[in-house]
């Protein structure tokens, strides 16, 4: 797959466990000593968080018991929040090593082990058989997948007939590419930004119905302020910076965070919503 170790050496980070529970002041790591929602400011790694996870989980449509895959799982707390929110079964899969292991370890310390799992792999080669969820979801991954009409085709085989597809990506909406290095990529090498359109078109021909598409831009643009205002306040008052994304985003974390909010405000990029359903029987054989 194009890039793929320059993503997994991008997001591979030496003693991520540790960081991550160091900045929350988190030492007891016994199995089911911490709340799931108590890691959301350190484990939802897409642009406005848990806040956006919470927007979007109604979207998948999942009842208590059913089936959920998240595809580039990361450290696991969008696929802990879903778990947690709906009572499901959350499979994650994800390319990243390192990531696949703390979201099980985190998993186990949030005691919700048994109703979430991280299997190793990439989105566009997904060993499960055909019609084996429920539903999916794919959160600020698609940026690093340069074959998205593989990760379509591969969402739409692993879900049953009329399974819902929640997509939350950074999509390319302007001319030109951010200045690296970003959250997702330290340079050019790692980043396939597309447009709407573009996820739009190749969803339609995997067999999705579009339900919804939605820009997120001014929702980002307030998340950013917030955070921004909440790091300055802190500073200002001599208290330690709230818990957030540091852990995760490694080497460089302002100047990633400085170019994504660039693009963002010259209309470069964008989250975007895109709810996808799969059609509700199967084609008839031919
Ligand atoms: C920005 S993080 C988002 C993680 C998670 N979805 C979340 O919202 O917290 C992007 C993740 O996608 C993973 N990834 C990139 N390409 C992938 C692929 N082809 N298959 C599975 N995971 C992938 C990366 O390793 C990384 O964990």
Redesign the pocket.
Same mark, same amino acid.
């Given at each position: 797959?194009a890039g793929?170790d320059e $993503?997994?050496s991008h997001?591979a980070i030496e003693g991520l466990l540790d960081r991550m529970l160091g900045s929350l002041g988190v030492s007891d790591r016994s199995p089911g000593s911490l709340p799931a929602a108590s890691l959301r400011a350190v *484990? /939802?790694?897409?642009i406005n968080g848990a806040e956006a996870?919470e927007r979007l989980i109604p979207e998948l449509r999942v009842a208590p018991g059913g089936r959920v895959l *998240? &595809? +580039? #799982? =990361?450290? +696991? +707390?969008?696929a802990r929040h879903v778990a947690e929110a709906t009572a499901a079964e959350v499979t994650g $899969? /994800? &390319?990243?090593p390192v990531?696949r292991d703390v979201a099980e370890a985190l998993s186990v310390i949030a005691g919700l082990d048994g109703r979430t799992r991280f299997v190793l =792999? #990439?989105?566009?080669e997904l060993p499960f058989d055909a019609g084996s969820f429920d539903a999916a979801?794919?959160?600020?991954?698609g940026?690093? $997948?340069a074959d998205k009409a593989a990760?379509m085709a591969e969402a739409a085989r692993v879900l049953r007939p009329g399974g819902r597809f929640v997509v939350?990506e950074v999509m390319r909406l302007g001319e030109g590419q951010p200045a690296f290095p970003v959250?997702?990529a330290s340079g050019p090498g790692a980043s396939f930004l597309e447009t709407p359109l573009t996820y739009r078109r190749l969803a339609e021909a995997a067999g999705f119905e579009v339900i919804a598409l939605e820009s997120r831009a001014e929702a980002a643009k307030a998340f950013f302020a917030r955070m921004r205002a909440a790091l300055e306040a802190a500073k200002a008052e001599g208290r330690p910076q709230p818990p957030g994304l540091g852990s &995760?985003l490694g080497a460089e974390a302002p100047a990633k965070i400085a170019n994504m909010i660039a693009a963002l405000a010259d209309g470069v990029i964008a989250p975007v919503e895109l709810i996808l359903e799969r059609a509700a029987t199967d084609p008839a054989p031919a």
């Open positions: 797959m793929q $993503i997994t997001y *484990d /939802e790694f897409h996870t *998240d &595809l +580039g #799982s =990361g450290v +696991g +707390g969008p $899969i /994800e &390319l990243t990531f =792999g #990439s989105a566009t979801m794919l959160f600020h991954v940026m690093n $997948i990760v939350y959250p997702w &995760l």
